[in-house]
């Protein structure tokens, strides 16, 4: 990939102006042309005139042959980029720039491939201050906006302002990669596969159903005070569709509710995007320090492999208005942290084992259905869960202790018993219950408020003295009279 920002630029003013200083020169650019073929060479340092600028003005009939040329015949699902920063250890100033992308572009590249708009694929390179966002339809590329490709690259004060997913104001009720019930067209934000990445003070605004930031490969990448912010929708509201693809599906969802049907189940909040901050299982060891979700599908989901040799971080991060806060697994240690149960649970602490959770609840009540404040399943983990000082009163929403989450972490679904072993638990949350599984041993569970025991309470309370039916007889006298 790198060598495909080495054979095409395009056309466009490259001006160099020639700094009085001992450091390196200084080359600006003032055309995305400019700057590809700025970039696409070593140990420069770039300065952007700040403005706006446009894809479309940049993808021209060269530049698109270009991108075929390289790419050629689509096999499996390569990467297909707009732009490409190629070179080394480049310095490059985009403070005041931005690269306005228009979704209709997304048909003018090679189809069938990974859509990447912008790759950073050389090493060691720093990018300051650039601005992306998207104009045009409500479209999705299926890809990313930005994708941190080479190594030991530093992105800092990078914003995306992300637009375009198909369809839109369901969340994944509709599917999320398989199976699906209609067509997606994803759009995802930031993706980072090299190793010894470091983001600083990046955000992404996502209108569009996709990541904010997923971290897909590499070792020993990091995120410091970076931001994610998605949009929610009841799915009260969604049933009040007249028109749309929900509807014209009868309202079938890929999830089981309760009632065991697959349909969009009343009075739940959903994110209409992805998760904020995501890793998976080849990231290796992660660490995300200061950053923050809000109304994010997962605030944190962290998906490191049960056999890592190393630990993901999670530390002084907060979780707002997600559908689940922190979703966790093996490997992880998650220090000073905090979310609330506005839309969903604090956390899922799904398996795995050897993980450390350390959390705080914060916020308000929940504002739409939520039924438990955590479930903790898995082998061998830490778990201390505490309530901000001079906590409001909340709903006694239980923290199950042996029990996994729901099928696909989907609220509407019921969480299963699952086993808990060897877990460390505390809860200084007096007034969430916590409810303890039958497939727990060699645990120790302490709470401040209640603990009962779950097949307590699935005990039947008594006989209400009805039919076998159930049904009360009818007629009238005391025979009748309501119970």
């Known amino acids: 990939m790198k060598g495909l920002a080495g ?7 490259l ?11 200084a080359v600006k650019v003032d055309s995305l ?11 420069r340092q770039i300065e952007m005139v700040p403005g706006v600028y446009r894809m479309a003005d940049y993808l021209t009939d060269e530049v698109l042959k270009g991108v075929r040329d390289e790419v050629g015949p689509i096999k499996g699902r390569p990467p297909v980029p707009m732009f490409v920063f190629r070179g080394d250890k480049n310095r490059i100033d985009l403070r005041g720039v931005t690269i306005e992308i228009d979704t209709t572009l ?5 189809q069938g491939g990974y859509t990447r708009c912008l790759i950073v ?6 990018i300051d201050g650039l601005t992306i966002r998207n104009t045009g339809p409500n479209r999705g590329s299926g890809g990313n906006i930005l994708s941190v490709q080479g190594d030991d690259n530093t992105l800092e004060n990078v914003t995306l302002h992300v637009f375009g997913s198909q369809p839109w104001g369901y969340g994944d009720l509709l599917g999320k990669g398989g199976p699906n019930l209609v067509a997606l067209e994803k759009q995802s934000g930031v993706q980072v596969i090299g190793s010894r990445s470091l983001l600083r003070h990046c955000r992404v605004f996502s209108r569009a159903f996709g990541h904010c930031f997923y971290i897909q490969g590499g070792e020993g990448s990091r995120l ?13 509201d969604m049933l009040a569709d007249t028109a749309g693809p929900a509807f014209k599906l009868g309202f079938r969802s890929v999830y089981k509710n309760r009632d065991g049907r697959f349909i969009i189940t009343p009075g739940y909040t959903k994110s209409l995007s992805e998760d904020g901050f995501r890793t998976y299982g080849n990231a290796g060891s992660v660490t995300l320090l200061n950053c923050t979700a809000i109304n994010t599908r997962a605030g944190f989901e962290i998906g490191v492999r049960d056999d890592s040799e190393t630990k993901t971080v999670v530390e002084n991060c907060v979780a707002r208005g997600c559908e689940r806060g922190f979703l966790i697994g093996s490997q992880t240690i998650v220090r000073r942290s905090r979310g609330d149960v506005a839309h969903g649970p604090l956390l899922y602490l799904r398996g795995g084992h050897s993980s450390e959770v350390e959390l705080e609840l914060i916020g308000d009540p929940p504002r739409s259905l939520v039924h438990v404040l955590a479930t903790i399943a898995g082998e061998g983990h830490k778990v201390r869960l505490s309530a901000q000082r001079g906590f409001g009163k909340l709903p006694a929403l239980p923290i199950l202790v042996g029990f996994g989450m729901p099928m696909h972490a989907e609220m509407a679904s019921e969480p299963l018993p699952a086993p808990a072993l060897d877990i460390d638990f505390e809860s200084s949350i007096d007034f969430a219950p916590v409810i303890v599984g039958d497939e727990i041993a060699g645990s120790t569970i302490k709470t401040s408020g209640r603990r009962v025991a779950d097949a307590d309470l699935r005990k039947d309370p008594g006989p209400w003295g009805l039919p076998s039916d159930g049904i009360a007889p009818g007629g009238s006298g005391k025979d009748s009279a309501p119970r």
């Open 33 to 43: 042309a400019a700057l590809a073929e700025a970039a696409a060479r070593n140990e």
């Open 106 to 110: 997304y048909t003018k590249l090679p």
């Open 15 to 25: 001006w160099i102006a020639l700094v009085a200083s001992s450091a390196a020169k």
């Open 224 to 236: 410091e005070d970076c931001y994610a912010e998605a949009s929610v929708r009841s799915t009260t």
């Open 121 to 126: 694929a050389g090493a060691g390179n720093t």
């Open 7 to 13: 054979k095409w630029f395009g056309t466009g003013c």
